[in-house]
């Protein structure tokens, strides 16, 4: 495993513990000689991320779609940036440069990635593990609803499963690197 993929919001939020979160993924990532792969913004948690992935020495690499770039979010000091033409586009990019995926927390578009890579995991599309970080308990109503799926029948629990969830990054990274 040489390159995650991490999905995280382009806002902060209220708490300062995602920050948090975010620049301890970011030395976790750097200290296991992990390429970050992301969206390429310098907004949010993005930008806290990428920024110290890039202060502590890894590489980075931002893909991001020619609408946001003329919005002027994008980050201007990575390693690698990608422009291209849509979030279909991207979407498809970061995941062929990635060997597993991470969610901080986030909003509607955090939560689209991550269940688009779950899916494409679920039918066989790729075998990339896919993890959640749920540091400050942010996805716990998340965790429940996808269990009221498996009870329901409408998830399988193996499917279930495919999500690895910790509350620390190194867990979260130890458990991707073995599954």
Known sequence: MKSICVYCGSATGTSPLY??????????????????????????????????????????????????????VEHRGLTRLHIVKD????????????DAFIALPGGIGTLEELFEVLTWHQIGFHKKPVGLLNGNRFYDGLLGFLDHLVTEGFLKSEHRALLHVANDPTELLTRLMTA
Not at 34 to 55: F, K, P, T
Not at 87 to 94: L, S
């Open 87 to 98: 979030m279909h586009e991207r979407k498809a990019m970061m995941a062929n440069l990635s």
């Open 19 to 72: 920050a948090d979160q975010a620049r301890a993924l970011a030395s976790v990532l750097v200290n296991h000689n992990m390429q970050l792969i992301y969206g390429g913004g310098d907004v949010g948690l993005m930008g806290i991320l990428a920024n110290e992935v890039m202060r502590l020495g890894g590489e980075v690499t931002g893909v991001i779609p020619q609408l946001l770039l003329e919005k002027e």
